[in-house]
């Protein structure tokens, strides 16, 4: 059964603060996912890699960095919070190839004060 | 224009009934087509992949339109159990997956 976990369920962080979202996974995928996920938005993608060291921007990578040392585990870095990235964080991670099934983590609620 | 449009609804049903959820996309050139389920506070999960030739998986039947760009999804014999966000999602390429901002049901006894 594959398991995706990430390492907060809520987090509340103060507007400049560093933060950091951590993702692992166990299933041996070589895709993890980043996203945000808004009322009326939908799921949006802001990182995502495909290999270890290797990452690729999404379609909302501005103010956003993403670390991946480590087949199973994916970090998401926010270097100053603010406010407008007060949302759900979810992880996903998948195989390598076309059409294969996104697992995704339980989220994280993120609130900027 | 969002690239993949779904009516945000929410639907009320009451058990036993069939509802029918449609779902628009703009890129002609996707690839590979899902239903995804989303229970409230929870993470989104495969509900089914959706193929051309039209897919089901007991009561639930799911249909790709690739002239139209229009991907569907019907419940039969509707649950309680089947309350939720259904998101429609639209693969591009390898990475490259798009959601919809999901349609709510919500089934009532």
């Known amino acids: 059964d594959v398991k995706v976990t990430q390492s907060s369920r809520y987090l509340v962080k103060r507007t400049g603060e560093k933060v950091f979202l951590e993702c692992v996974q166990d299933?041996?995928?070589?895709?993890m996912f980043w996203y945000r996920q808004d009322p009326g938005l939908g799921l949006r993608l802001i990182y995502f890699s495909y290999d270890v060291k290797m990452k690729e921007k999404g379609d909302i990578p501005e103010g956003y960095s993403v670390s991946r040392e480590k087949k199973e585990r994916f970090s998401l870095i926010l270097e100053s919070a603010s406010t407008n990235q007060t949302s759900m964080y979810l992880c996903?991670?998948?195989?390598?190839?076309?059409?294969?099934?996104?697992?995704f983590g339980p989220g994280t609620r993120l609130t900027v004060t | 224009r969002k690239e993949v449009e779904q009516d945000p609804g929410p639907f009320n049903v009451p058990e036993g009934a069939t509802v029918a959820f449609n779902c628009t996309y703009s890129?002609?050139?996707?690839?590979?087509f899902f239903w995804y389920r989303q229970d409230c506070r929870k993470e989104p999960k495969l509900l089914m992949s959706?193929?051309?030739s039209g897919n089901e998986d007991g009561r639930f039947t799911a249909q790709l339109n690739r002239a139209s760009q229009y991907i569907s999804l019907l419940i039969r014999d509707s649950k309680l159990s089947d309350s939720a966000t259904y998101l429609c999602v639209v693969n591009n390429n390898n990475n490259d997956m798009r959601f919809g901002a999901g349609t709510r049901l919500t089934v009532k006894p």
């Open positions: 996903a991670s998948s195989l390598a190839g076309q059409g294969y099934e996104q697992y």
């Open positions: 890129n002609s050139a996707s690839q590979s």
């Open positions: 959706v193929y051309s």
């Open positions: 299933m041996d995928h070589e895709n």
